[in-house]
C-alpha cells in the first residue's frame, strides 16, 4: 500500500522544499500536550457536528530506556464519533497537512490551518488510521500515516480502501455515518491522564451543555464551567439523585468590545466578556478554596480567565497586565472566586494571536486595554465582596467562640474545689495527641485549614475547659472528650436545642438595641452561660465514671435523641 520514488524527493537535479521523512519526526515536537493533541482530534468531532463522542484508551506497562521499572502508558487512544463521516476523496485528503477539509453541514470555524488532526496525532503517536463513511448505509473507508513508513520512502497518504474499523466502534455506527480515529504506537504519554476527563468537559463545555455527549472510557464526561453557571455538571447529576439542586455562580454581567474584521471592508464582530461570582457559601472563610469540596470542583485551580475561539476553549489560565487600575502580572488567590470568560468568533482570530495548535490565545496590548477597562470594576466589586463575606464570617466566628468564654472561664475557677477527673488520666502523651487531632479534625470550619488545625490545637491544650462547634446529625446534642486534665464539649449545631434556644442566645444584639435595653442584654448572656454550666457541670460529672464505663455515652446519645423529638414539636 506504501507508494515510495527510489530517489525521495529529488527529482531532475531538484532538491525538493522537505525532507518528509525528517519534517515529520521534527514536527512531533512541537507544543501539544497530550490534552492539546487529543483535542485537535475531537475538534473533528465537533465539527462533524456529532452528537456522540468515544474516547478509549489503552493503558499498558511500559518499560523504557534508562528506567528500572515499568510505567503506566497510554500506547493507543481511539476516537468514534457519529458526525457527518467523510467521502472517499475527503478522507484521503484527511492526513495532508494544510488540507482544510470542507465537511458538509457546514462549519463550527474551530478549524483553522489545516493541520490539526495530523500534527494532533502525531504529537503523540507513531501511526494514525482513520475509519469513515458519509452515510450509513455506505462501507467503511480506511486510510493512514505511519512515520515509520515515512523514514523508510513513504511519500503519499494511501489511497481509501473499504475496511471496517474494530467491532466495538462498527457497532457503535451500525445506523450512523461517522468516523473512527485511533491512535497507534502512541511512545509519549505516561500516567493514566487523569484530568483528560476535566479538561473535554472545560474545552468542550457550550457542545457538551448544547447536547454533545463524550465518553471517556466508558465514563460519561460532564462539562466544566469556569464561571460555574452552566449544567449538567457531575454535582447536578448527584444533586438529581439525591434530590438535591446544586448551587450556581451569580450572574455579574455581559459587555461587548466591537472591532472590526481584518480585510472585511468595515465590517465588525464582537468580544463578549461574561463575569460571574461563585457562590457565597463555597467562600465564607479564607483558605476555602483548598478544602478537599473546593478541590473536586476545580476551584482551587479557578484563577484566571477562560478564553473561548468559536465556542471552544483555547486558554485556561492567567492572561497577563489584564486585572488591576494598571494590570497585575499575576493571579491573587481571591481571584479564583470569579470567573471570567471572553469568547469571539474566528473572524477576529488577529486579535488574539491565534497560533495553529489553538493554544496561548493573548489579546494585543489595544485589545487587551479595553479587556481590562471592561473588567475592572466588576473585579474589584467580586474582590469586595469576597472579603467583606470573609470579614463578616470572621466576625461571627469570634462572636460564636467569645460567647463561650464566661462558661469556660467560670468552670477553670471552680475546678480548683471539684473533684479530680478520672477519665482520660490514663492516656499516654501520645494517645492524649492523637485524641486531640481527632477532636480537632471534627470541629466545625477547621479541617480543612492546616494552620487553624494547628492552632486549635494549642488552644485546646492551655484550656482546662472548652467548647466547639462540630456538624453532626440533629440527634446528637453533643459529646465530651476527656483527655488527661481537659475536658472539650463538642456542641452540635445541627441539634435543635442549639438552633433554637442556645444560638439566639449566643447571637449578638443591635447596637442601638444594646444600648436601649442592657438589662435585657445581660440577661439574655446569663441564661446562656448557665446552660452552657450546665452541660459542663454534666461533662465534669461523667468524669467520675472510669475510662471503661460506656453508660455515660448511650445516655447522652439517648439523651439527644429525646432531646431532638420533643423541640421540634415544641410551639
Not at 460519561?220 to 450556581?248: E, N, Q, R, S, W
Amino acid at each position: 500500500m506504501t507508494e515510495k520514488k527510489k530517489d525521495g524527493l529529488k527529482e531532475n537535479n531538484r532538491e525538493s522544499l522537505i525532507r518528509l521523512d525528517s519534517m515529520y519526526e521534527s514536527l512531533r515536537y512541537n507544543e501539544f500536550s497530550t490534552e492539546g493533541g487529543l483535542g485537535e482530534i475531537v475538534d473533528n468531532s465537533v465539527e462533524a457536528q456529532a452528537a456522540n463522542v468515544i474516547i478509549d484508551l489503552t493503558i499498558e506497562k511500559v518499560k523504557k530506556e534508562n528506567r528500572s521499572k515499568p510505567k503506566n502508558c497510554i500506547t493507543q487512544i481511539v476516537v468514534a464519533d457519529d458526525g457527518c463521516g467523510m467521502d472517499g476523496k475527503t478522507l484521503g485528503k484527511s492526513l495532508v497537512l494544510g488540507e482544510s477539509i470542507r465537511v458538509k453541514g457546514g462549519r463550527r470555524g474551530i478549524g483553522r490551518f489545516g493541520v490539526g488532526m495530523t500534527l494532533g496525532g502525531i504529537s503523540l503517536a507513531r501511526r494514525i488510521e482513520v475509519y469513515s463513511r458519509d452515510k450509513a448505509e455506505k462501507a467503511f473507508l480506511y486510510t493512514y500515516i505511519d512515520l515509520d513508513e515515512i523514514r523508510d520512502g513513504m511519500l503519499y497518504v494511501p489511497t481509501p480502501i473499504a475496511k471496517n474499523p474494530e467491532q466495538k466502534y462498527e457497532e457503535f455506527l451500525k445506523s450512523s455515518s461517522g468516523t473512527v480515529v485511533v491512535l497507534k504506537k502512541c511512545d509519549r504519554i505516561e500516567g493514566n491522564q487523569e484530568g483528560l476527563a476535566n479538561y473535554l468537559g472545560r474545552t468542550y463545555r457550550k457542545f457538551i451543555a448544547a447536547g454533545l455527549n463524550i465518553i471517556l472510557d466508558g465514563e460519561k464526561v460532564y462539562l466544566h464551567d469556569p464561571l460555574y453557571m452552566d449544567g449538567p455538571t457531575i454535582f447536578d447529576a448527584l444533586g438529581k439523585v439525591k434530590g438535591d439542586i446544586d448551587l450556581k455562580a451569580e450572574f455579574l454581567g455581559e459587555s461587548k468590545i466591537t472591532l472590526e474584521i481584518p480585510g472585511s471592508n468595515g465590517k465588525t464582530a464582537d468580544v463578549v466578556i461574561k463575569m460571574s461570582l461563585l457562590p457565597k457559601e463555597w467562600r465564607l472563610t479564607r483558605g476555602a478554596g483548598g478544602s478537599q469540596e473546593a478541590k473536586k470542583r476545580k476551584i482551587d485551580q479557578n484563577e484566571g480567565i477562560s478564553i473561548l475561539r468559536a465556542e471552544r476553549e483555547v486558554l485556561y489560565g492567567h492572561v497577563p497586565y489584564i486585572t488591576g487600575k494598571k494590570g497585575e502580572s499575576a493571579s491573587i488567590d481571591i481571584d479564583r472566586w470569579w470567573g471570567c470568560e471572553i469568547s469571539f468568533p474566528p473572524e477576529l482570530d488577529s486579535y488574539f494571536q491565534i497560533r495553529y495548535i489553538k493554544r496561548g490565545a493573548e489579546p494585543v496590548n489595544e485589545l487587551r486595554d479595553k479587556i481590562r477597562e471592561e473588567i475592572d470594576s466588576v473585579v474589584k466589586t467580586a474582590r469586595n465582596r469576597v472579603r467583606k463575606d470573609w470579614q463578616k464570617r470572621q466576625s461571627e466566628d469570634n462572636k460564636e467562640a467569645g460567647v463561650f468564654e464566661q462558661a469556660e472561664k467560670t468552670m477553670e475557677k471552680a475546678n480548683s474545689v471539684l473533684p479530680r477527673s478520672k477519665k482520660g488520666q490514663n492516656l499516654s502523651e501520645e494517645q492524649a495527641d492523637q485524641k486531640l487531632d481527632d477532636v480537632v479534625n471534627s470541629l466545625k470550619g477547621v479541617a480543612d485549614n492546616e494552620k487553624e488545625r494547628e492552632r486549635k490545637k494549642e488552644e485546646l491544650k492551655r484550656k482546662p475547659y472548652s467548647i466547639e462547634l462540630v456538624c453532626y446529625p440533629q440527634t446528637v446534642l453533643f459529646e465530651t472528650e476527656h483527655i488527661l486534665d481537659s475536658v472539650i464539649i463538642k456542641l452540635n449545631t445541627n441539634h435543635p436545642f442549639f438552633q433554637k434556644t442556645l444560638q439566639p442566645l449566643c447571637g449578638s444584639l443591635d447596637i442601638d438595641e444594646e444600648e436601649g435595653d442592657v438589662e435585657r442584654y445581660n440577661e439574655r448572656n446569663r441564661i446562656k452561660d448557665t446552660i452552657l454550666l450546665l452541660l459542663f457541670a454534666y461533662a465534669k460529672a461523667e468524669a467520675s465514671f472510669s475510662s471503661d464505663d460506656d453508660i455515660c455515652e448511650q445516655l447522652r446519645a439517648q439523651w439527644g435523641i429525646i432531646l431532638a423529638a420533643v423541640i421540634n414539636r415544641l410551639e
